[in-house]
């Protein structure tokens, strides 16, 4: 076993501490407390998947007692008490609590690691079950999502299409008109609205898209003429704040890759 998990051994006998640890440093990062404070402070330090704890700990206070309290600190941990003087009534306590086991000492190292390696793999499982479980409702947030999206898209494509339609019909109008500066005017300005509706277009489709892995899709970028549509677009909603936008580019410039 990989010795990942965090395990705590709670005993006031520290030559029995340590020789615990010893025994379970292969399946786990081991730490020791002498008393239930001192327990408290490393679980909450680092939250013990697995908790060894004696049952009778120093100023008269039980190792039962202590369970509840490194159950709430790591609700998804095991718990198994040791005692060197068992009695129903622990018994029972370490039932009610739901202690993973109740051994009594003098034990078996060997069944003592093979039941700490039990609880360990129970612990592993709980785990893997939550993040299997937060993996659904990842899921099904994004499938909602989606469903929302396209309602979404729905929505807004229709007055796209209609904005679109409109705009060539106000161009055909206008290529009637004598007026050639009139002409070249709505030209330009049909040209410029319907790039904005196309990149709302493809904003709708990257929605839509969001499920599906996404990959850059480069290509060849003329920057001088990018940038004049850019001025074109934004230079009549800064002059009506009083705002001047100048547009100053070597028109040789090179031609860049990207999305």
């Known amino acids: 076993m990989t010795p990942h998990e ?5 005993d006031d006998n520290l030559e029995l501490a340590e020789n615990l640890a010893e ?3 292969d ?3 081991v730490r020791i407390a002498g008393s239930a404070d001192e327990a408290l402070k490393l679980a909450g330090e680092h939250a013990p998947d697995l908790a060894l704890v004696d049952v009778r700990l120093p100023r008269d206070r039980s190792g039962v007692d202590l369970v509840p309290a490194l159950r709430r600190i790591a609700p998804e941990g095991e718990v198994m008490l040791m005692t060197g003087n068992a009695t129903l009534d622990t018994a029972i306590a370490a039932v009610r609590h739901g202690v993973f086991a109740y051994v009594q000492k003098p034990f078996e190292p060997a069944d003592l690691l093979a039941l700490a390696e039990r609880a360990i793999a129970q612990v592993r499982l ?18 909602a999502l989606g469903r929302l999206t396209a309602a979404l898209a729905h929505e807004i494509r ?3 299409n209609a904005a679109m339609l409109q705009l060539e019909l106000m161009h055909r109008a206008a290529t009637r008109s004598s007026d ?6 709505v030209a330009d300005r049909v040209r410029l609205v319907k790039g904005d509706l196309g990149r ?6 990257e929605f839509l898209g969001l499920a599906r892995p996404r990959h850059f899709e480069r290509s060849e970028i003329d920057v001088p003429p990018m940038l004049a549509e850019i001025h074109a677009l934004q230079a009549p909603v800064l002059e009506s ?14 031609l860049i890759h990207g999305d």
């Open 23 to 25: 025994l379970f440093e």
């Open 6 to 10: 965090s395990i705590l051994i709670v």
């Open 126 to 143: 709980r785990k893997e079950r939550r993040e299997l479980e937060m993996r659904a409702a990842e899921a099904e947030a994004m499938a």
């Open 241 to 254: 704040n009083g705002v001047t936008l100048e547009l100053d580019v070597e028109p040789e410039l090179p």
């Open 158 to 160: 229709n007055p796209v």
């Open 200 to 205: 709302l277009s493809r904003l709708l489709d």
């Open 27 to 29: 399946i786990g990062t």
């Open 180 to 185: 050639e500066g009139m002409r070249a005017g």
